[in-house]
Structures are given as structure tokens and as C-alpha cells.
């Protein structure tokens, strides 16, 4: 069983909809979270981090963490052609440098206008 | 500011052959990374270097070199290439070791037939 799970989609949704992206983790000791976007043949480029538990929003995006699920999502509201991409979940213990970081799988997101 | 550039960006070996890839940052990182992409897999740590003058393996490093040229660049280098080693390898870097954000560049594509 991996440390992180992310479902690889696609997940394709009209313009304009609420987007929900997910992942799992079976590390109880994962306190810091981050998101990160990957367009096709780029780096991945962080959208926000967030430690232990609680929301965090950020323009469209909310980043969400349930502790006591193991389970962070990515909330984008009023989603764009521009947000289809491939997003990528991350997380590790406060404490631990980030060669400790483990990334989900990434799922991709498909927008249409 | 080109934040973390890597070369080359594509590139085709044959069974054996070496091969070195680039990095280099201009954010004054202490920290850099190296990662392979793999489909079904995410990205996977090689090597890193927490501070100049300092490197460590990651969860996968055989067939792997690295050299911290300087607190800018960051190589990474295949000494025999083999199929398995077919990829797209990023380079990162962050401010400190632990907190912030981690910077990656637009990856190298590299196929060994």
C-alpha cells in the first residue's frame, strides 16, 4: 500500500464548476500538506501548503485536511480551461526536511470550456 | 528571474552510454533535489543536497551520481544508462530544508533505447 493515494482521473468538468480533488494518506505523523500543478511538459508549481489541520483558501482554491480521515482535498471554485492540469498532493512531518516529502500519483483535471 | 533551469530538455542515449544532466538555481537555495517522474509512480527522490558541499541518496538512487558543483548547480549523472532509467527528471530547490516551498524546473526528457 503506498504511503499517499490519489485517484488519476481524468476528471473532466465543465467550465465554471466546482472542482474537488483528493488524497489519502496512511502516515498519522503527516502534518504538512501541500498541493502542487503540473501543466503537460512543465515542472509543477506549488498552489499552497498547509500544516495539520483545517482550511486554507486562497482566491478559487481551498485546500482542506482531515486528520482524523487521513484525507486532504483541493477545492477550485469557478474552474477554467487554464486550471486543466495534473495536480499533485505532497506531504510529510513538520519536522523533517523535504527530501521526507511524498507525492501522490497526481490526478489530472480536464476543464472545458 | 529564471528560478531553476535544467539541461538538456530532451534527450535520446543507447544502452551504456553516459550521460550528465544540469541544474542550476538563482535564488540563493541552499537545498536542491533531484527527481524522476515516472507514470503511475510520481515523482521519486534520487539525490539531494541539503547545503553545499553536501549530498545524499533519496529512495532511488542506484545508477546515479550526483556533484554539488557549487551552492547554484546541482548535476546529476547517469554513468551506464540502462532502459529502466527512462524518464523525466526534475531539479528543485528550496530555501531552507524543511518549511517553504519547493522549486522545481521544467524537466529533462530522457529515453535510453
Known amino acids: 500500500q503506498k504511503e499517499v493515494e490519489q485517484d488519476p482521473g481524468p476528471l473532466s468538468v465543465p467550465e465554471g464548476a466546482i472542482v474537488s480533488l483528493n488524497c489519502t494518506y496512511s502516515?498519522?505523523?503527516?502534518?504538512?500538506f501541500m498541493w502542487y500543478r503540473q501543466y503537460s511538459r512543465k515542472g509543477p508549481e506549488l498552489l499552497m501548503y498547509t500544516y495539520s489541520s483545517g482550511n486554507k483558501e486562497d482566491g478559487r482554491f481551498t485546500a482542506q485536511v482531515d486528520k482524523s480521515s487521513k484525507y486532504i482535498s483541493l477545492f477550485i471554485r469557478d474552474s477554467q480551461p487554464s486550471d486543466s492540469a495534473t495536480y499533485l498532493c505532497?506531504?510529510?512531518?513538520?519536522?523533517?526536511?523535504?527530501?521526507?516529502?511524498?507525492f501522490g500519483t497526481g490526478t489530472r483535471l480536464l476543464v472545458s470550456p | 528571474n529564471a528560478g531553476v533551469t535544467q539541461t538538456p530538455k530532451f534527450q535520446v542515449l543507447k544502452t551504456g552510454q553516459s550521460m550528465t544532466l544540469q541544474c542550476a538555481q538563482d535564488m540563493n537555495h541552499n537545498s536542491m533535489y533531484w527527481y524522476r517522474q515516472d507514470p503511475g509512480m510520481g515523482l521519486r527522490l534520487i539525490y539531494y543536497s541539503a547545503s553545499e558541499g553536501t549530498t545524499d541518496k533519496g529512495e532511488v538512487p542506484n545508477g546515479y551520481n550526483v556533484s554539488r558543483l557549487n551552492k547554484r548547480e546541482f548535476s546529476l549523472r547517469l554513468e551506464s544508462a540502462a532502459p529502466s532509467q527512462t524518464s523525466v527528471y526534475f531539479c528543485a530547490s528550496s530555501e531552507g530544508q524543511s518549511m517553504g516551498e519547493l522549486f522545481f524546473g521544467e524537466g529533462s526528457r530522457l529515453t535510453v533505447l
Open positions: 505532497a506531504m510529510k512531518r513538520v519536522n523533517t526536511g523535504f527530501q521526507k516529502l511524498v
Open positions: 502516515n498519522s505523523a503527516f502534518q504538512y
